[in-house]
Nanobody, 120 residues
Framework: QVQLVESGGGLVQPGGSLRLSCTASGSIFTIYDMNWYRQAPGKQRELVASITSGGTTNYADSAKGRFTISRDNAKNTMYLQMNSLKSEDTAVYYC??????????????WGQGTQVTVSS
């Protein structure tokens, strides 16, 4: 099996910063694309940022210029540096990974989510 564990969420004031981490573990052969999603109360889950295994990144308009996605393939870990946070960034943040497991089974996996609250 494969597990994704997020960390780094918390309460921060508007204009502040947080760095989220997502670490994958288990029977992993390789990880392809990794993504950060978020879901605010009463809203649908939305894609925030994506990164390929080669480091190509893509961002939602709401994240451009403020968030930076990165990954360390040797550690099977992805990061999301969030700066200039706004109240509308408040949500549960989830990571998702496209994983090729040992035994050549390929599937998407999700983390359990980490709460980010932006409030004064």
């Amino acid at each position: 099996q494969v597990q994704l564990v997020e960390s780094g969420g918390g309460l921060v004031q508007p204009g502040g910063s947080l760095r989220l981490s997502c670490t994958a573990s288990g029977s992993i052969f390789t990880i392809y694309d990794m993504n950060w999603y978020r879901q605010a109360p009463g809203k649908q889950r939305e894609l925030v940022a994506s990164i390929t295994s080669g480091g190509t990144t893509n961002y939602a308009d709401s994240a451009k210029g403020r968030f930076t996605i990165s990954r360390d393939n040797a550690k099977n870990t992805m990061y999301l540096q969030m700066n200039s946070l706004k109240s509308e960034d408040t949500a549960v943040y989830y990571c998702k990974a496209d994983v090729l497991r040992l035994g050549r089974l390929r599937a998407f996996y999700w983390g359990q989510g980490t709460q980010v609250t932006v409030s004064s």
